[in-house]
């Protein structure tokens, strides 16, 4: 296959594919370590598998604990890269195209951790294929299961298709890589050419996809969150859950976002194509998500706190002054307090303010699906004063749990060192040569370029 | 079609716990170490505890007051509906049953069910000096089917069964002898064993059963009415 094709001119180009063409030392040893901490993760679960889940801190009623906590978390920050891709491509937000690829890379490699979290929780995961075979739709986790495959199949198909006019511009520009990467970029490139009518389709594919994707952003975390909502458990049962869920996932997507940017940016000195009014931008996004975040917390715990419902305060006080304070008040500083003061008075123009303040929404966020989750399992409906239960994680979740973020990095990390983590084409000056008129369809579903 | 249904009159349990270990021993729990019980991970299908003093005049009923539960086969079973691949589920008789070869150990039941009548067994299981010679032989088997005191692999959930397997029984002994059952001739270990005589067991769409009968009484109530399951287990309160 000796297909050579168009390329838009980018004066960028040399600089967002000159990380692809030297694998540094650091590299390997960066590689070698995350490497290593899944290797650890592995041991930890082989040992749960051999000799029970009995090797967590999980009892009754605490059924449900840090692996839940991690699906939840993994899933949510999947939300960055569709909701920079499909919601703002269909807002026709013009900035967001330089970020698009490192914000779906995370969605395409946090994805498979949380279904893995899943699997990892499960009592018997031998028997996973049962879902299939035996499935219930009546049950809300088989809801999950359709919803999160979908959503990993169209957000692969989605990011390889936004890929392809690179992976090409990689087969073209690279040829002094090994052989077996330049055979990679031949046979993914599916022999792209880049005339205009091939990036007219792609174009047109990729609007109809973000549709279809921005309803995936919005039920695929409703979804989650239901498999606790349709519980009747107090503190789950509530219909806010599935908005609220879905605002803290955006949230901490974006601001994961804010985090790999920068790191990008100052490692592979992308400095000229990252620019710093990106981190504005999403700065403005970030103001909004936080204030939503409060709005979210209030709707929810006045509602519960005015309604004064026996079985629900129980599990309201755990976290307001029980068992659950610590991490309650520390989450409430490190999701709104802390953040939106930084956005407010430091986040213009700082970078390294902006990583700060994300850096603190993440961690503060991992905190909100924990105290979403236990308290309400530590203070059953049926005489809560009596089976009190109480949680603590033992070290096989702690390693594991290292070990999928570390697994997370490692495919981000070995991602970036072979396809450009820019999209050459789409910030091209002139984007895919000519493009013709906007089309019928187009207008129908008032999608601007 | 039998409708099963216990009835456990609150006024004649002294709170010994027999029915505990009789299900115990009948359905082949697994025993834990304290230490692992400290953790919240004992197996109690039938569990007996104290209840809270009320709070107006708490001196005046300072007396003790205990509760024992087993499933309460609910009409409508929270456990039932979350279930993604039918491991649990409602048989037509309204007994809610657990398959330990179908189940995924994802323990959406055991956080969906509000009385906490679902155990997950976090180890193999388990017995101590030479107990594990004495287990109960009896099991309801089939085709991908594995349910009753059968030993449960680790991994699983388990719950009471009002003794599925005793049910099976007292079905195959009539049918050996050539006659129709009557749902008078199987109740569950803990009835069979109630010290206080505590606990009845019948058919509750037969109006005549005892069962039936003490379901009308003015004491009867229902653990948690108000969350919409329509328990099987009916209670006679305290006098």
Known sequence: ?449 | MPRWSMVIDLDKCVACQGCSIACRMENNTPIVSPSEAALGRSMLWNDVFPLRAEEEGAIASAKARFLTRPCMHCEDPPCVKVCPVGATYQDDEGLVRQNYTRCIGCRFCTVACPYGVRYFNWYEPAWEDGLDQHLNPDRVEGRGVLEGPAVRPKGVVEKCTFCIHRLHKARARAEAEGRDFRPDEYVPACVQTCTGKARFFGDLDDANSTVSLLAQSRRAFRLLNEAGTHPKVIYLHEG
């Open chain 1, 1 to 449: 296959m000796k297909a050579r094709s168009v390329h838009p001119d980018n004066k960028h180009e040399a600089i967002i594919l000159t990380p692809l063409q030297d694998i540094t030392t650091i590299d390997r040893w960066l590689w070698a370590l995350l490497l290593g901490l899944i290797g650890l993760g592995g041991y930890a679960y082989v040992r749960q598998l051999t000799l029970g889940m009995g090797v967590t801190g999980m009892n009754r009623p605490v059924y449900w604990g840090v692996y839940i906590t991690n699906f939840v978390f993994f899933i949510g920050l999947a939300h960055s890269g569709t909701f920079i891709s499909a919601i703002l491509r269909l807002a026709g937000a013009e900035w967001r195209k330089p970020l698009t690829r490192a914000a779906e890379a995370i969605t395409l490699f946090s994805l498979p951790f949380g279904v893995a979290s899943i699997v990892v929780d499960m009592g018997r995961p031998e028997r996973l294929l049962n879902v299939i075979s035996h499935g219930r739709f009546q049950s809300p986790l088989l809801w999950d299961f359709t919803a999160v495959s979908l959503y990993l199949c169209s957000s692969v198909v989605f990011f390889y298709l936004s890929l392809l006019p690179d992976i090409a511009l990689c087969r073209d520009r690279l040829t002094d890589v090994p052989a077996w990467q330049h055979r990679m970029y031949e046979i993914l490139a599916l022999g792209w050419q880049g005339r205009p009518e091939q990036f007219h389709r792609l174009e047109r594919v990729l609007d109809g996809m973000a549709i279809f994707l921005a309803m995936l952003v919005v039920t695929v975390h409703t979804v989650v969150s239901w498999v606790f909502g349709m519980t009747i458990q107090p503190g789950w049962h509530t219909a806010l859950i599935g908005p609220f869920f879905l605002l803290g996932a955006i949230f901490s997507g974006t601001a994961a976002v804010v985090i790999a940017l920068a790191i990008l940016r100052r490692v592979y000195h992308l400095e000229e194509s990252l620019p710093l009014g990106l981190f504005n931008s999403l700065r403005k996004l970030l103001i909004v998500f936080t204030l939503g975040w409060l709005y979210m917390m209030v709707s929810e715990f006045l509602t519960i706190f005015y309604g004064n419902i026996p079985e629900e305060m129980e599990v309201f006080w755990q976290k307001f002054t029980g068992d659950f304070t610590w991490l309650f008040w520390a989450m409430t500083i490190l999701v709104f307090v802390v953040p939106l003061l930084i956005f407010i008075f430091r986040g213009k123009d700082s970078i390294g303010w902006m990583v700060t303040a994300s850096v603190l929404i993440n961690v503060g966020m991992w905190l909100e699906r924990f105290v979403v989750i236990v308290p309400t399992e530590t203070r059953p409906r049926l005489l809560y004063e009596l089976v009190q239960g109480t949680y603590r994680p033992t070290w096989v979740e702690a390693v594991i749990t290292v070990s999928m973020f570390a697994g997370m990095f490692l495919l981000y990390a070995v991602f970036t060192r072979f396809f450009p983590i820019v999209p050459v084409w789409e910030t091209a000056e002139e984007p895919g040569a000519e493009v013709p008129p906007v089309t019928r369809r187009r207008r129908r579903f008032g999608v601007r370029r």
